[in-house]
């Protein structure tokens, strides 16, 4: 039995990144696999990191990407979708999972090098974040798990906490395998630095919810082709952020046209910005019609929670009483 699990944090607004990835794919795979494609809003994560952590934010940044999942097309009634920290069993099983976890390793993992290298004190918790996200998708027992390419180190980690335990304590957990949507493994972000990210600020990203003017005044400035610095000068596709946005967004005869115009110069950079919010408005227009649309009536995204919680519950708690006598905990009985 195929079971899937991904996770996404309240850390920001929802980007394009975020809807290619992984949220896009939530929706295909949610149609294949219904309760058994499990989607959590991983806000236990979302403290681990200073720079993007506000308590006063988090309650609102996890109902918006609760709002965005479902506006993207997730529902709660079909799928599994809840928010972590009402699940109380996540917490736990990370602590059993981090008892055993070289911190050799965790140390190894890029995306903590990334994020502690920009800290001056360094909270244990981003160093611990891959063994709370093993505990996130092992707690289902899930050997499915669609994210971006971002994410693959931590599945592999994820995977060999798996086998360790299962060698310490008997076969219990699946080893899960990562599903990546080719041509959306890493979309860049807007500064040109590294891929989209919601902790790296709004002026890295495109926002799924953003406004077309938002979006455009973005755009209008994005960095192209550093080569090219005059209308007339031919532009290499290849290293321009526009062009990557336009895979994503335009039409496959689209993409032919701009690519050549940019390599002859028959399309400057302004036009061809112009032809992607073409692309940009078509995908994200229906998108945001029914966000506003769920925002008038916020109790449905909360009912929806709470009735994914219920059910997440009701998975998880028989697997943790399973973790604990295999690890020979005192049966409460
Ligand atoms: P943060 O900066 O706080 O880490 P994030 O934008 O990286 O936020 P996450 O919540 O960490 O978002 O990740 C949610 C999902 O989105 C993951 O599956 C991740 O792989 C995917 N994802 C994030 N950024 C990108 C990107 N730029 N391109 C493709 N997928 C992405
Ligand atoms: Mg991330």
């Avoid at 945001?288 to 008038?296: D, F, K, N, S, W």
Wanted: charged content about 25%; some cysteine.
């Amino acid at each position: 039995m195929t079971r899937v699990f991904s996770g996404i944090q309240p850390t920001g607004e929802p980007h394009i990144g975020n809807y290619f990835g992984a949220m896009r794919n939530y929706v295909r795979l949610g149609e294949q696999y219904g309760q058994n494609a499990i989607y959590c809003i991983v806000d236990l994560h979302a403290p681990t990191n200073p720079l993007a952590y506000d308590p006063a934010q988090l309650s609102r940044l996890t109902f918006e990407m609760a709002l965005a999942n479902m506006a993207v097309g997730l529902d709660p009634q079909k799928v599994l979708f809840f928010v972590q920290s009402q699940v109380r069993e996540h917490s736990e099983l990370s602590w059993l999972f981090t008892v055993s976890t070289p911190v050799g390793e965790l140390e190894r993992m890029t995306q903590y090098k990334d994020k502690a290298g920009k800290l001056e004190s360094i909270p244990a918790g981003l160093l611990m974040y891959p063994v709370l996200m093993a505990a996130d998708i092992l707690l289902y027992k899930a050997d499915t798990v669609p994210v971006g390419e971002d994410q693959t180190q931590h599945i592999e980690l994820a995977r060999e906490i798996a086998r360790r335990f299962n060698h310490s304590y008997g076969d219990t957990f699946p080893e899960p395998k990562a599903v990546l949507e080719q041509g959306a493994l890493r979309v860049p972000g807007m500064d040109g630095h590294g891929k989209m990210g919601k902790s790296k600020g709004e002026s890295s990203t495109l926002g799924l919810l953003e406004s077309m003017d938002s979006i455009w005044t973005k755009l209008r400035v994005a960095p192209t082709d550093p080569a090219r610095v005059r209308r007339t000068d031919p532009g290499n596709p290849e290293i321009c952020l526009v062009f990557d946005y336009h895979k994503l967004f335009s039409d496959d005869q689209t993409v032919l046209e701009v690519a050549d115009g940019c390599r002859t110069a028959g399309i400057g950079c302004i036009d061809c910005k112009k032809r992607l919010m073409v692309g940009i408005e078509r995908e994200l227009t229906p998108i945001q019609a029914r966000a506003a649309e769920l925002r008038q009536r916020p109790g449905t995204v909360l009912d929806g929670l709470h009735y994914g919680a219920e059910q997440a519950r009701a998975i998880a708690a028989p697997v943790m009483e399973e973790v604990r006598g295999k690890m020979g905990f005192l049966n409460r009985g």
